[in-house]
């Protein structure tokens, strides 16, 4: 199953319904549009979700389980929320293929020691594999936006979470080192108990753009409860 998030006028979506192997569902919050994609696309009659994106659960379209994939254009004011939305179904979204602003795209994709490293790289490169296709330029679309866009696909990995263990620790522990970016962890990460017997020599040093998606999984699993 595949939800299209946001199809607007259909411009994506009219390549998605020709595929034979795509069982395919769209979100589209705007009222003027649910009608409009009917009459273009017949076939999308009884999957249209005249809903926010954000209030979706996709488990009432995906039921038992069944995984699923998310592709789209998405808004760029919420499309860091979208991501969000993805890790909170990362159970069944075994792929999101999506259009983000460039810095977005940037920050999802990038490794660490890179100054657009943050919480979105962390967070999703702990359960997905992050790719950044290619750079879509303004002049792409009509109306130009003001703004440079990306393509970033998400593919979901086991390759980390199994080392996890307490996923809201994990959450909790990259947040609190990227609220703090420019401190040291041992300023960031203050607050928190950690077994310093333990820890690898010096990376309380360290700030977090420094640190791997391992090297955070170690420290949120050595939180003192």
């Not at 003027?32 to 273009?40: D, G, I, T, V």
């Not at 002049?139 to 393509?151: H, I, M, Y």
């Amino acid at each position: 199953m595949v939800f299209e998030i946001g199809p607007g006028e259909g411009v994506l979506t009219q390549y998605l319904v020709k595929r034979p192997d795509i069982d395919l569902r769209v979100v589209e919050i705007d009222n003027r549009l649910p009608e409009l994609l009917l009459r273009r696309f017949p076939m999308l009659e009884g999957n249209i979700i005249h809903q926010d994106v954000l209030k979706v659960h996709f488990e009432d379209f995906a039921p038992n389980n069944q995984p699923f994939s998310i592709i789209g254009n998405f808004p760029y004011n919420i499309s860091s929320q979208i991501l969000f939305k993805l890790l909170d179904y990362k159970d069944q979204a075994t792929q999101m293929i999506g259009m983000y602003q460039h810095e977005v795209a940037q920050r999802i994709a990038s490794p660490p020691k890179s100054k657009v490293y943050g919480i979105l790289s962390v967070l999703a490169q702990a359960y997905y594999t992050a790719e950044y296709l290619m750079m879509v330029d303004a002049r792409e679309f009509d109306p130009p936006p003001k703004v440079q866009s990306a393509v970033v696909r998400l593919q979901r990995t086991d390759k980390y979470e199994k080392d996890i263990l307490d996923q809201k620790v994990f959450k909790q522990v990259v947040k609190q080192a990227f609220n703090q970016r420019r401190k040291k962890l041992s300023n960031a990460l203050s607050g928190i108990d950690f077994d310093e017997t333990k820890l690898p020599k010096g990376i309380f040093d360290l700030r977090a753009e420094q640190l791997s998606v391992l090297d955070f999984i170690l420290l949120s699993n050595l939180v003192q409860k």
